[in-house]
């Protein structure tokens, strides 16, 4: 084990607990609004893998309607999408609640996006190595296009960041994703609001 996992997680510890405090009345505030908004749970949770590919529960505002059809249609993401949640997701408030994830050591402030489990059997052996550290927040790929780029782009990215993980650059991308947040670059894919599907290096639209 690197050295700097060891400071990785002692710092990721601290910051967790610290803007837990600090951002607690905004999750009092999202959590109101979604359930004022629509019914249903507040948090979305979904299975995704994590380090070593271990499997862990994610945790997020739920930002899209319960109801997945309307007279018998299959509804997009975004017709899905409420008021609220776009509003969350715009401000990347919807991830606050990662910070338990990150407690639990589940999940790391800075690393590659845990991604679905459905993906695991399409990797190439150089794309699982992106499971070689904890998923995190915010990760290289997300500070250089985040949907704006295509997946061969983005595990490219990912790869890259577990080869040169370090505090310098972990501070980096920390300061280049509170840049993105604030100026929202990169938050919108300008076709779909979502990445398309991933499948044997090939993409599929759902």
Known sequence: MKPYFIVKR????????????????IMVCAALAIKIDSPGSVLFRQKRPGKNGKIFTVFKFRTMRMETKKDGRLLSDMERMTKVGSLLRKSSIDELPQLFNILRGEMSFIGPRPLLIQYLDHYTPEQMR?????????????????????????????????????FCLDAKIFFMTVWNV???KGINNSQVDTMPFFTNNTIKHY
């Open 130 to 166: 992106r499971h070689e550290v904890t998923p995190g927040i915010s990760g290289w790929a997300q500070v250089n296009g985040r949907n704006t780029i295509n997946w061969n782009e983005k595990f490219n990215l990912d790869i890259w960041y577990v080869d040169h993980i370090s």
């Open 182 to 184: 604030l100026s929202r």
């Open 10 to 25: 002692l710092l990721d510890l601290s910051f967790a607990i610290i803007l837990l405090m600090l951002v607690s009345p």
